[in-house]
Structures are given as structure tokens and as C-alpha cells.
């Protein structure tokens, strides 16, 4: 098996890189220290139809599969990670579960505005008492007539303060466990519905990430996202694609560590030659690309087979865990070839460093991929 290296593909990673390095590089600080970057960068993310990569074109997307947004995912993390994952967040969390999920009607009017870039998605799954453990969500939804009125408070959700639209989860029954849960669309402006205090974060800063409270928030009752009670089964479905996404995120973090630590240690001199010449840097470097290609394998395999409609729940945990953790490994030794440098903001191998970390935390922390590996493996004959 070998990573994909078809023309379109290939096409499609060049186009990305090349906005990256010209549209994103020269302000990467700049958005970090103000934690947040401007509109008129996802406007243009979406000039290159970098927000609905998985939507088919009839409903404005670019329709263009799980390799290629891996490929999108990578470049873009690989500049900066903050905008890989509002990137990620937007497409296989937000616009993929009502795409996925939701009615024709509801594919319309909120799946192909998102898809387009017109509008912005944001995904409120988890709570400040439910992380981890997502069946113990507290936030209701209850009938009122032919509405819905929710309660209660989110956390940790992208794009909380500058969404347009939001899929949240909420308890409709409170004697029903996981199948107690169902999935709400929730538009900006809908009283009652308002973003919190956003995160003062360690890493990814220029990602908006906030807060999300409902307090008798009241929407239609056709803005009910699937089933009934199906609401927790379709978020483990997503959550399988979303995988993917950190896994590409964490994925291109890691090569730009590794790419940083290569380029410096051909220029950093000491003891009369680069460092590069040094054994230690090179096993570093050595054991750096080759966790970062073994990633890479991994993570397109589950982009593979989710592209077949394969089922992929272990495949993407595999990918998700091993990814992630390669990128805090490839992140660290980065700042230990640039050694004191690369504890200053004038390079970039801090800022990685910082970063990476949440790959390891976010859509399943590395203890829950294991849990979820575990479980699979061994329901295998």
C-alpha cells in the first residue's frame, strides 16, 4: 500500500501549499498572539472550495473525498495548525453530520451554505461534566408544541464565537442512556442561544474556541438533525470521519516540525559544521520521517476505505492515536535540534510544539482511541 499519487491529487496538494506559503505563512504570529484570524481567510478558503471538501458539487461542495481532504487537512496544518483545524472542524464535523444525517430539505438550506463557505459550522458536543464520557450530557432538548427548547451549556466547541450555524447534541430522554440523545441545528441569532467565555488556550490560539450556552432555546421542530434518540449513534459516526481529519492535522504539524528541524540543522553551525553532520540529529531526523510516513499510511488508509463506505471505527482511532502522538514526538525533538531557539516566538519549532498537543486530546484523547482499538480488535474472530 502506498500513498496515493494520482495528478488530481498531487494538483490539489500543490494548490493548497501554495496558499499556505503565500496566504497564511507571512501572518501565522500575527493571528497566534491575536488569537483569531480574519473572516477574509476562510472567504478565500472557500474561493478554493476548501470548505465543503466532502460535499458533493450539486450541493456546493467540491465533492473531491477523504484522500484529498487529507491531502487539504496536511498542507494546511503543516503551515498552521489553527487553520487546519478550523478547516477540519468546519467540514467533517459541522457540514458532514447534517450532510450525513439530515433531511433534503436540511441539506439545503444549512449543509450547501456551509459547503459553499457563505456560512460558517461549529459542532457542540461536549460539556463541562461530559467529555470523555458523552452519554453523561446534561444539555436538554424538550417538545414545546412543534418546537424544541433546549438547556444547558457546551464546551470546547470550534467556531462558537463566529458561527453561522451549530449542531448541537441534547437530551431528549432522560431514562434512555446514549439513546436518550439527539442532534439539534441551532442558527446564530436564535434567542436564547449565546457563546461563552472563550478559551484562553496553549496552542492553536488563532482557532476560536468557546463556550456554547442554551438557555429555553427555542428552534423549529424540522431543525430536529435525524432521528429521534439517534443523536448520540450518528456523533460515533462522525466522530469516525472527524478522526480522519485530526489525524491529517496532527499529520501536517509533524511535517512542518520535521521540515523546520531539517532546514536548521543544515544551517546551524557548531564546532565547525552544520549539526546535521552530528549522529544525534540525524537518528532524530531519521526516526522523525519515519514515524511521519508511517502516519501518513495509516491515515490514508482510513480515508481509503472511508471514501468505499467501509466501516472504519478502528481504522480511524489507528490513525488518529498514531498520528497524534508522532506530532508530539516530532514537535519535541524539533525544539531540541533548535535548543535554546526553539524556546523563542522568532522560531517556529515553539509554536509547533505548543500546537501538537491537542491532536492527542481533542475528538477523543488518546486514552478513549485505545479504549475504542481495544474494542474492536477483540469482537474479531
Not at 498514531?322 to 516566538?345: H, M
Request: hydrophobic share 40%; glycine share 10%.
Amino acid at each position: 500500500m502506498e500513498v496515493p499519487r494520482s495528478d488530481d491529487l498531487e494538483e490539489i496538494r500543490r494548490t493548497v501549499r501554495a496558499f499556505a506559503e503565500n496566504e497564511m505563512r507571512p501572518h501565522v504570529m500575527d493571528w497566534d498572539e491575536a488569537q483569531g484570524f480574519p473572516r477574509s481567510l476562510l472567504d478565500k478558503l472557500a474561493g478554493l472550495g476548501l470548505m465543503g471538501v466532502l460535499i458533493p458539487v450539486d450541493y456546493g461542495g467540491a465533492g473531491l473525498g477523504y484522500p484529498a481532504y487529507v491531502a487539504v487537512i496536511e498542507e494546511l496544518a503543516r503551515v498552521d495548525g489553527a487553520v487546519g483545524l478550523s478547516v477540519a472542524a468546519h467540514n467533517s464535523l459541522a457540514t458532514a453530520h447534517i450532510f450525513a444525517a439530515g433531511t433534503e430539505a436540511q441539506r439545503r438550506q444549512f449543509a450547501a451554505p456551509l459547503a459553499e463557505g457563505t456560512k460558517l459550522g461549529a459542532w457542540s458536543l461536549t460539556e463541562p461534566g461530559a467529555g470523555s464520557d458523552v452519554a453523561g450530557m446534561r444539555t436538554t432538548a424538550r417538545r414545546d408544541g412543534d418546537r424544541w427548547v433546549l438547556n444547558g451549556e457546551k464546551t470546547f466547541t470550534t467556531h462558537a464565537t463566529s458561527c453561522d450555524v451549530c449542531v448541537a447534541m441534547a437530551r431528549t430522554d432522560a431514562e434512555a442512556g446514549p439513546d436518550g440523545i439527539s442532534a439539534f441545528i441551532v442558527e446564530k441569532g436564535t434567542p436564547g442561544f449565546e457563546p461563552g467565555r472563550k478559551e484562553n488556550k496553549l496552542g492553536l490560539r488563532a482557532s476560536d474556541t468557546a463556550t456554547v450556552t442554551f438557555s429555553d432555546c427555542t428552534i423549529p421542530g424540522e431543525n430536529l438533525l435525524g432521528e429521534e434518540g439517534a443523536g448520540f449513534r450518528d456523533s460515533m459516526g462522525v466522530l469516525d470521519g472527524g478522526r480522519i481529519g485530526i489525524a491529517a492535522l496532527a499529520l501536517g504539524m509533524a511535517t512542518g516540525a520535521f521540515e523546520a528541524a531539517r532546514d536548521y540543522a543544515r544551517e546551524r553551525r557548531q564546532f565547525g559544521k552544520p549539526i546535521a553532520e552530528f549522529q544525534a540529529t540525524r537518528f532524530k531526523l531519521a526516526d522523525m520521517a519515519t514515524e511521519i510516513d508511517a502516519a501518513r499510511l495509516l491515515t490514508f488508509r482510513a480515508a481509503w476505505m472511508r471514501d468505499r463506505g467501509e466501516p472504519t471505527t478502528k481504522e480511524s482511532s489507528m490513525a488518529k492515536l498514531f498520528a497524534s502522538e508522532v506530532a508530539v514526538r516530532a514537535a519535541n525533538e524539533c525544539v531540541q535540534i533548535f535548543g535554546g531557539y526553539g524556546y523563542v516566538k522568532d522560531y517556529p519549532a515553539e509554536k509547533f510544539y505548543r500546537d501538537v498537543k491537542l491532536c492527542t486530546i481533542g475528538e477523543g484523547t488518546s486514552e478513549i482511541q485505545r479504549i475504542v482499538i481495544a474494542r474492536e480488535i477483540l469482537r474479531q474472530p
